[in-house]
Antibody, heavy 121, light 106 residues
């Protein structure tokens, strides 16, 4: 059974930093691309970052480029999101997500339960 | 406001067929496949349809997806009370999401 367990969320002041972790199990972590998707309170889904299976390629939304860094440790089956220069508009539930491919098109087949990040003074 | 346009709400009665639309442009839906996700309040999204019309194992065949040009649709037939949830379309390899549609079963 695929499991994605996020941790590291919490309350942080504007301008502060936070690192999210996602412990993966139930599949061969090193064989799959992963991503982070967030959802502000009462709002829709917003893609944040994605990373290839090896970690050699990363992709970021314009809204977080230069502030957030996605990474992974395949030896620990763990995905990370390092967030810095946090703003109030970064307040959201952050979901760790497993990506799969079908005919060269990607989709998200599993999601973690999410971790809440609140940016406020 | 998302580049992918979904109606904020939709509704139907049990047993009815309901469709939810997702409208984009030639640069997004028009040149990429569409995925659909179901989300209940306070829970994580769940994959419903991938690559326009593919259903993952475990998803009832009451749910179906289609795409034509720059628009896509999710159809739910034989509507059930447990289908009441938020539904999101996504494209560009899930880097672009619609604003979501709240489905109410009357």
């Amino acid at each position: 059974e695929v499991q994605l367990l996020e941790s590291g969320g919490g309350l942080v002041q504007p301008g502060g930093s936070l690192r999210l972790s996602c412990a993966a199990s139930g599949f061969t972590f090193s064989s799959y691309a992963m991503s982070w998707v967030r959802q502000a309170p009462g709002k829709g889904l917003e893609w944040v970052s994605a990373i290839s299976d090896s970690g050699g390629n990363t992709y970021d939304a314009d809204s977080v480029k230069g502030r957030f860094t996605i990474s992974r440790d395949n030896s620990k089956n763990t995905l990370y999101l390092q967030m810095s220069s946090l703003r109030a508009e970064d307040t959201a539930v952050y979901y760790c997500a497993k990506r799969s491919q079908y005919s060269n098109n990607w989709y998200t087949d599993y999601w973690g339960q999410g971790t809440l990040v609140t940016v406020s003074s | 406001q998302s580049v992918l346009t979904q109606p904020p709400s939709a509704s139907g009665t049990p047993g009815q067929r309901v469709t939810i639309s997702c409208s984009g442009s030639s640069s997004n839906i028009g040149s990429n496949t569409v995925n659909w996700y179901q989300q209940f309040p306070g829970t994580a999204p769940k994959l419903l349809i991938y690559s326009n019309n593919q259903r993952p194992s475990g998803v009832p065949d009451r749910f179906s997806g289609s795409k034509s040009g720059t628009s896509a649709s999710l159809a739910i037939s034989g509507l059930q009370s447990e289908d009441e949830a938020d539904y999101y379309c996504a494209t560009w390899d899930d880097t672009l999401f619609g604003g979501g549609t709240k489905l109410t079963v009357l």
